[in-house]
């Protein structure tokens, strides 16, 4: 079956070095969506624990089973406006309206 449109929880807002958890998922798609992450219509990255994560600076978690989107302490630098994408291989993937996070 494939992914229904996925409901994005994006804060509007977030204090300078808080945590910022966003959650993406869908429920009708068989086999389980995976989930991919996008900030300013740019995908992220998924951290793999290997050096070029932290060349390049990532300051977040992605897990693109639970679809959720973990900063352990967000900048300024995270400010962006981002959406999800739930895909599995059937049908074509689906993504969430797209939501705006001022730091």
Do not use: H
Not at 60 to 71: P, V
């Amino acid at each position: 079956v494939a992914p229904t449109t996925p409901v994005c929880e994006v804060p509007s807002s977030a204090m300078t070095g808080t945590v910022v958890e966003m959650s993406c998922r869908e429920t009708e798609g068989s086999p389980p969506s995976e989930y991919q992450w996008y900030k300013n219509g740019v995908a992220l990255l998924e951290k793999t624990g290997t050096g070029s994560a932290r060349a390049a600076n990532i300051t977040y978690t992605m897990n693109k089973k639970s679809g959720t989107l973990l900063f352990n302490t967000v900048t300024k630098n995270d400010t962006g406006e981002y959406f999800c994408e739930a895909s599995n291989g059937i049908g074509l993937s689906q993504k969430c309206s797209v939501k705006r996070m001022q730091v």
